[in-house]
């Protein structure tokens, strides 16, 4: 028996991306987590503007290379192969790839710095609250990457059940709590100074 289909709601399909951070966070504490949450957003803000600015640098050293293999520099074709060679990153989905691989780059860098600065943690309640950071920052990854990528059907399925009151909560309501506590959870694991 092959299966066809696999049914993936998208939290869980975010909570399976965000446990190797979430790991990483407990291991590593709060301060390498708060590092990496501000890299990994700088990257977020960053990504599509630095992808679009590269990409004639990018097309152009491809195209010279095109050229170099094909016909080689000392054909006459050479500068004309160049000219009108095809790019490397010519479509819009393109662009979103090269914007993604650009936020992967700024976030393993700031995973790095956050590693070599904060070090590790101290007890077992900075792992906890790292862990907790560290939710929230693969929240916040996972989700960039699925709304860039992945194109969720738009199917609903809607089954009778007995009415249950209701209650939204927005993601971003999560997300500033989830930071608020973060921020109380830094200023309290960092102790009285005397």
Known sequence: M???TVRVEELVLIILLSAPIIIWGFRHGLDAVIIAVIGALAGMALADTLASG?????NSTWKMMNAFIDPGFGDPEFFNKMRTGPGLIETPEHVILAGTIVFMAIAYVSFRIAFKRAGGRKNIL???FGALGAA???YLIANFLITRHVRLPLI???TETTPLPS??????VVV???LVIVVFAVQSTRGKKK
């Open 2 to 4: 092959i299966i066809q």
């Open 54 to 58: 590269t990409v004639t640098i990018v």
């Open 126 to 128: 900075e792992g906890v």
């Open 136 to 138: 929230v920052t693969g």
């Open 156 to 158: 609903v399925e809607v």
């Open 167 to 172: 209650f939204s909560l927005d993601a971003n």
């Open 176 to 178: 500033l709590i989830a």
